[in-house]
């Protein structure tokens, strides 16, 4: 197996690892999706604290055209998904974040991932700021779930 494979694989022998660590509840019936409350795409998964949580974009209906720039995906928000065993009910914790709280994002806000240190909890996402460049905004969180406070302006 070649290196870059094998650093492909590393996430998911890492999970491997973890998630046995996590405490059992309520199961879902494997096959099914992990929620069906909301749209959801382009997940990042994260163990913090002996859970798993799942922080995907949120894609709104609002029946756009497509025009080739990705501008049809309307996600204006994110939820935080989270699950005490990955054969366990997800549970929707809510809006971590919207748009309207993000002074400089304008549209689009697009797969996110987390990352915590010394107690705070990051959200970093892509959106298109106001004059429709992508920039990466980081948010932060005293909880894995937020709510997220917004930065005035983008990294």
Known sequence: ???????????????A?????????????????????IWTADPSA???AG???????????KNKAYKGDGDQYDMEDYHVLSLKSPSANAIDTGEALNMKDVPW?????WAPDAATKNGTYYLYFPAKDKDGIFRIGVDSATTPTGPFKANATPV
């Open 17 to 37: 690892i973890l998630l046995p660590t996590l405490t059992g509840c309520e199961k879902r019936t494997p096959g099914t999706p992990l929620i069906t409350s």
């Open 105 to 109: 994002a304008g549209s689009q806000m």
């Open 1 to 15: 197996m070649t290196l870059a494979k094998q650093a492909l694989l590393l996430p998911f022998a890492l999970l």
């Open 46 to 48: 994260h163990v913090f």
């Open 51 to 61: 859970k798993l949580y799942i922080y995907p974009s949120h894609d709104l209906e």
